[in-house]
């Protein structure tokens, strides 16, 4: 890797570490570095400096905190998909994490840099969306709690302020029976989602009560698709859902690029969503 | 028992795993400088000013040059394959001065202290362009008022092969099969990127490169650069994989050269991925138009073919030759008594395409092997029944085909058949069928893919009837050390494919020595003085064979050694196990002791010199053959589109086979390679010219965890042409699995109304067929 000359910072307190930032418009945070390096590498990013948060304390594990499931932002995607308190708190988190990259990324990768990288083709954003997650942020002026639903404002783009560091995620637990699936549509095992599709269904007595579906590479952000968690409240089993699943692909506006266009994309949202709520409701 | 036909694991692979060896990138000189390409984000354009002052002034900034700095000592990189006698061969500078003809190409560089300051500089250069049209579609590109690559105009060369009354057998024909193929550009994604690093000590010079081709490479290099040929030495260390795309003289190389030259310092340049998807050579980008007549039985009459070879912007090594590799194999295993092959080769403002494994063979063997199976659908008769009817029997041999080559050997019965019954072939149909039957939204195809293919580059004199610039010999040398170990000298040059391990075996046996006493030693024309390289499946054809014919020298020498130490006539003495015996009797001596005696030399006969050595050069009189048959299932998800390799059974025939591992080796790797063609890979230009896929996540290539467990199997029918009875083995896989694969995705999608998916089969292609 040849990037472009930066400065280098490891501050030994999450507070230089918000002030570092806060400092310089153009430092950008260092966790795990597999979203950020690949552009260091292809100089589509000259940062100035790189606040290196690698080796906090405080950042990483993964917490039962009751009524939620804490997930600190250098916990590795590895880390969480392994993890017996995601796995039993937030399976959904578990299942999509397990598809990100390959090994090598998933030991490196952490959680909360995939999610303030904001990538809308990342495979957690969508998931953290559908969950109804909470991001919680560190600045000099103390923690902020953001609603995932006011996270994401654009491609590659937050609402962390300069000098916010995300901290780490609350991942609701939902009470009730409910079933969890990723449906993630890619050419090789490695390659990015052109379409994903997180899904949580509440089922009982044969239909569904109520589902949450996340998207990703559908936007500019990931997306949630409302409109067919609604057409889905209260559908019986069967070909009834796949009609509500039609909805999936309403008010979204999926990208062009070498691996779709943006009506094989809706389709796939579409047929993918389908899947992903029956498979949800163990009907396969 | 014997080491040739052993399963031994390669003894090169601890240390190219590990790393503990010289790659190019890890290697230091004193003084190292570093050196850095500004490459043109213009696909076409005239270059009015170059201004490299301000990168000169920066921090660690040897110096920085423009392609006008070069101007009277880089000469034009060199085509060795003018295939015809209307060739245009256009000056190809490997600093582009005036002209860039496509996006990569090279207009300045900076040589630094570290490569970070070198990549840091090119900022600062300034180059001033004033774009030309681009010229990006074949088609286009030979039409009246198109744009032009380059004065001459777009055309660089048509060139024919006929046989027989193609018009007559097309003429009234009961079947008539006419399908057009797209070979999309592929981008040959060897693991270790290129490296070159070139010192001198002011009169000699020594370039290290990451290449296939070191003696090629310091000829072709001492006429561009005007360096002496004695006074160059190139060394291809350890190199990690070409797949034909270091079977090349490139701009980098002599620009180092040159750089070194200028500098006075060493220096190094190693390429990044992104910049060597854009300037390591493409291959494959050809447009096929394909017409096959045939009996209402399904016997071929005759074959045509059309072909536009995309050369991108200029002529490099052997560019124009691939397509003209392809002319003799569009025929197949098939018989047929007319054939009309017509290639033009055309200008793109494009990187330039060249050899990529397999190099014109996978694309006429994908044209025939797809349009065999679309004569099957058309006369509704089994793709494997139609094969049958055509193809050479095994009695047949050795067969002239309609393209004018004679296969020496094969049996394509036998490997069919083998391939069928490991395959479960009526088990598959027979699920397809009830796939079919209840509308299953996942259907099951079945491929085929009988294939042959000209290997074992050789005959110099048929190679020179092509008008290839080179021969087609191998070189190989055996010495005997005092201890009784053994040094071989190969002149063709390894990049991955054990040459180390498959020539032990053969010196091995000959010489009756330890496996673990044999070193093999390459790539370094100093030491390796003549050979002709690696590329073309050729190393163990020619090369390993070249080995044998030493050692058999060796013997001869050691032979006369042995009858004076023994007291006997040459002709009574026998040689068995590495001890010639006086015959029948138990008095003998080994071929350690013999070394050993020859190195004191106390005691030789008269005339004999103190040398237990030998030199062979071998050139044989024909290319080889290897055939088999592949059998593919494949799963299309109808609803998305979605493609999955259910099933590959692999059944080649190469021969006699030295190491198995390592053919096992190079079927996997070969098949893995041929798959990506067919479902991933493709380099894509935009409108401007621009390449998109310049990154991995782009370029997507399958890797283990994308690919089924492959079952292969062999049939071993020797070839003629060489005493080992090899064929080789390294493009075989590659050349088989693609149409194998397409096939099987046609074959599932048929009764849909489908007839063609262009390569790579995107699920959305797919998808977009169905709708």
């Given at each position: 890797m040849i990037p472009a000359q930066f400065d280098y910072l490891r501050p030994a307190t999450l507070e230089e570490a918000c002030q570092a930032l806060a400092a310089d418009d153009e430092a950008k945070v260092l966790a795990g570095g597999q979203s950020l390096l690949p552009l260091l590498r292809l100089r589509l990013a000259y940062p100035t400096t790189l606040v290196d948060i690698g080796r906090l304390p405080g950042l990483t594990g993964v917490h039962d905190r009751g009524d939620h499931v804490f997930i600190g932002a250098l916990a590795t995607h590895d880390e969480v998909l392994r993890s017996p308190v995601v796995r039993a708190g937030c399976p959904l988190v578990a299942l999509a994490a397990a598809t990100v990259a390959d090994p090598a990324v998933r030991h490196r990768g952490t959680f909360g840099g995939s999610l303030a990288h904001a990538d809308p083709a990342g495979d957690l954003p969508a998931v953290v969306l559908a969950l109804d997650g909470v991001l919680v942020a560190r600045s000099a002026e103390g923690e902020r709690e953001i609603a995932a639903a006011d996270f994401f404002a654009d491609y590659l783009e937050t609402t962390l302020e300069a000098g916010e560091i995300l901290v780490g995620v609350k991942i609701p637990k939902l009470a009730g029976e409910w079933g969890f699936h990723y449906e993630k549509f890619r050419r090789t095992v490695q390659a990015w989602a052109i379409v994903g599709v997180a899904v949580a269904v509440r089922r009982s007595n044969g239909s569904i009560q109520e589902a949450r579906i996340g998207l990703s590479n559908m936007g500019t952000t990931p997306l949630r698709a409302r409109a067919a968690e609604s057409a889905l409240q209260g559908v019986e089993l069967g070909e009834a859902v796949r009609q509500a699943c039609e909805e999936a692909s309403a008010d979204t506006a999926p990208p062009a690029d070498l691996h779709a266009q943006p009506d094989y994309r809706r389709h796939l949202a579409r047929v993918l969503t389908h899947r992903a709520v029956r498979t949800a409701a163990g009907t396969p | 028992?014997?080491?040739?036909?052993?399963?031994?694991?390669?003894?090169?692979?601890?240390?190219?795993?590990?790393?503990?060896?010289?790659?190019?990138?890890?290697?230091?000189?004193?003084?190292?400088?570093?050196?850095?390409?500004?490459?043109?984000?213009?696909?076409?354009?005239?270059?009015?000013?170059?201004?490299?002052?301000?990168?000169?002034?920066?921090?660690?900034?040897?110096?920085?040059?423009?392609?006008?700095?070069?101007?009277?000592?880089?000469?034009?990189?060199?085509?060795?394959?003018?295939?015809?006698?209307?060739?245009?061969?256009?000056?190809?500078?490997?600093?582009?001065?005036?002209?860039?003809?496509?996006?990569?190409?090279?207009?300045?560089?900076?040589?630094?202290?570290?490569?970070?300051?070198?990549?840091?500089?090119?900022?600062?250069?300034?180059?001033?362009?004033?774009?030309?049209?681009?010229?990006?579609?074949?088609?286009?590109?030979?039409?009246?008022?198109?744009?032009?690559?380059?004065?001459?105009?777009?055309?660089?060369?048509?060139?024919?092969?006929?046989?027989?009354?193609?018009?007559?057998?097309?003429?009234?024909?009961?079947?008539?099969?006419?399908?057009?193929?797209?070979?999309?550009?592929?981008?040959?994604?060897?693991?270790?990127?290129?490296?070159?690093?070139?010192?001198?000590?002011?009169?000699?010079?020594?370039?290290?490169?990451?290449?296939?081709?070191?003696?090629?490479?310091?000829?072709?290099?001492?006429?561009?650069?005007?360096?002496?040929?004695?006074?160059?030495?190139?060394?291809?260390?350890?190199?990690?994989?070409?797949?034909?795309?270091?079977?090349?003289?490139?701009?980098?190389?002599?620009?180092?050269?040159?750089?070194?030259?200028?500098?006075?310092?060493?220096?190094?340049?190693?390429?990044?991925?992104?910049?060597?998807?854009?300037?390591?050579?493409?291959?494959?980008?050809?447009?096929?138009?394909?017409?096959?007549?045939?009996?209402?039985?399904?016997?071929?009459?005759?074959?045509?073919?059309?072909?536009?070879?995309?050369?991108?912007?200029?002529?490099?090594?052997?560019?124009?030759?691939?397509?003209?590799?392809?002319?003799?194999?569009?025929?197949?295993?098939?018989?047929?008594?007319?054939?009309?092959?017509?290639?033009?080769?055309?200008?793109?403002?494009?990187?330039?395409?060249?050899?990529?494994?397999?190099?014109?063979?996978?694309?006429?063997?994908?044209?025939?092997?797809?349009?065999?199976?679309?004569?099957?659908?058309?006369?509704?008769?089994?793709?494997?029944?139609?094969?049958?009817?055509?193809?050479?029997?095994?009695?047949?041999?050795?067969?002239?085909?309609?393209?004018?080559?004679?296969?020496?050997?094969?049996?394509?019965?036998?490997?069919?058949?083998?391939?069928?019954?490991?395959?479960?072939?009526?088990?598959?149909?027979?699920?397809?069928?009830?796939?079919?039957?209840?509308?299953?939204?996942?259907q099951l195809g079945i491929g085929v893919s009988t294939y042959t293919e000209m290997c074992g580059l050789a005959p110099s004199r048929v190679l020179g009837s092509l008008s290839y610039g080179a021969g087609g010999w191998e070189h190989g040398s055996v010495r005997m050390l005092p201890t009784g170990k053994v040094e071989v000298v190969t002149g063709s040059s390894p990049h991955g494919q054990g040459h180390e391990t498959a020539w032990s075996q053969i010196v091995a046996d000959a010489l009756g020595v330890p496996f673990d006493d044999v070193s093999v030693i390459h790539g370094d024309t100093a030491i390796s003085h003549k050979g002709m390289d690696t590329y073309g499946s050729r190393s163990l054809v020619v090369g390993g064979v070249a080995v044998l014919a030493a050692c058999e020298k060796v013997k001869e020498k050691a032979r006369k050694i042995a009858a004076h130490v023994l007291e006997c006539a040459p002709d009574d003495v026998e040689f068995s196990e590495g001890t010639f015996r006086v015959r029948g009797t138990d008095s003998g001596k080994t071929i350690q002791e013999l070394s050993l005696a020859t190195f004191a030399a106390h005691d030789l006969p008269d005339g004999v010199e103190a040398r237990l050595d030998a030199d062979a050069t071998v050139d044989p009189d024909n290319f080889s053959f290897p055939h088999g048959t592949h059998l593919c299932a494949v799963e299309v998800d109808t609803e998305t589109g979605m493609t999955k390799i259910r099933s590959y059974v692999a059944v080649d025939d190469v021969g006699k086979v030295v190491n198995p591992l390592i053919v096992e080796g190079q079927v996997h790797g070969g098949i893995a390679q041929g798959v990506g063609q067919a479902l991933y890979e493709e380099a894509v230009y935009d409108a401007e010219g621009n390449l998109l896929t310049s990154t991995m996540a782009d370029y997507l290539v399958p890797s283990a965890a994308d690919l089924p467990a492959f079952v292969t199997d062999r049939t071993e029918t020797p070839a003629t042409s060489n005493p080992l009875g090899v064929k080789g083995v390294g493009e075989a896989g590659t050349i088989a699995s693609t149409p194998a694969v397409v096939n099987a995705i046609v074959d599932a999608l048929r009764p849909r109304g489908v007839h063609d998916v262009q390569m790579p089969c995107t699920p959305e292609r797919i998808w977009r067929a169905l709708s």
């Open positions: - | 028992m014997t080491e040739v036909g052993t399963a031994r694991r390669r003894k090169e692979d601890a240390r190219l795993l590990t790393g503990r060896t010289q790659w190019t990138d890890n290697m230091q000189l004193p003084g190292m400088a570093y050196v850095a390409f500004l490459r043109s984000p213009m696909a076409h354009a005239r270059i009015t000013r170059v201004d490299v002052s301000a990168a000169r002034g920066l921090p660690g900034v040897i110096a920085a040059y423009a392609g006008a700095d070069f101007a009277e000592e880089q000469g034009s990189l060199p085509c060795a394959w003018p295939v015809s006698e209307d060739i245009v061969i256009p000056d190809h500078p490997p600093m582009a001065v005036s002209e860039v003809r496509y996006v990569g190409e090279a207009v300045a560089c900076v040589v630094a202290t570290d490569r970070y300051k070198a990549a840091d500089a090119l900022d600062a250069i300034e180059v001033d362009y004033e774009p030309l049209p681009p010229v990006l579609d074949m088609n286009d590109a030979l039409t009246e008022g198109s744009p032009k690559v380059h004065e001459a105009g777009n055309q660089a060369f048509t060139w024919r092969l006929t046989q027989g009354d193609v018009d007559a057998a097309l003429r009234d024909a009961p079947v008539l099969i006419d399908r057009t193929y797209i070979q999309q550009r592929l981008i040959p994604t060897a693991m270790e990127p290129r490296a070159v690093m070139a010192t001198s000590d002011g009169e000699s010079f020594t370039l290290w490169s990451a290449t296939q081709i070191p003696h090629v490479l310091r000829l072709m290099l001492a006429l561009t650069t005007g360096i002496p040929e004695h006074k160059l030495r190139v060394i291809a260390p350890d190199v990690g994989g070409g797949f034909g795309s270091k079977l090349q003289v490139t701009a980098e190389e002599v620009l180092c050269l040159l750089l070194t030259r200028k500098t006075g310092r060493p220096v190094k340049w190693t390429e990044s991925r992104s910049e060597g998807n854009l300037t390591v050579h493409h291959g494959r980008d050809q447009i096929q138009h394909v017409t096959l007549a045939a009996e209402a039985d399904g016997r071929i009459r005759g074959l045509r073919v059309e072909l536009l070879a995309d050369m991108g912007a200029y002529l490099m090594l052997v560019t124009p030759g691939v397509p003209i590799l392809g002319a003799f194999m569009f025929n197949g295993i098939y018989k047929m008594d007319a054939y009309d092959f017509n290639c033009t080769g055309v200008f793109t403002t494009k990187m330039p395409t060249d050899a990529y494994r397999g190099a014109g063979r996978p694309e006429a063997t994908y044209a025939i092997e797809r349009v065999m199976d679309e004569l099957a659908a058309e006369l509704n008769l089994d793709p494997i029944e139609v094969r049958r009817r055509n193809w050479i029997r095994h009695e047949e041999f050795p067969y002239t085909t309609v393209a004018g080559l004679t296969y020496d050997s094969g049996n394509y019965e036998a490997a069919t058949d083998k391939a069928l019954s490991l395959f479960g072939y009526d088990k598959l149909r027979a699920e397809q069928g009830d796939r079919r039957d209840r509308g299953d939204p996942v």
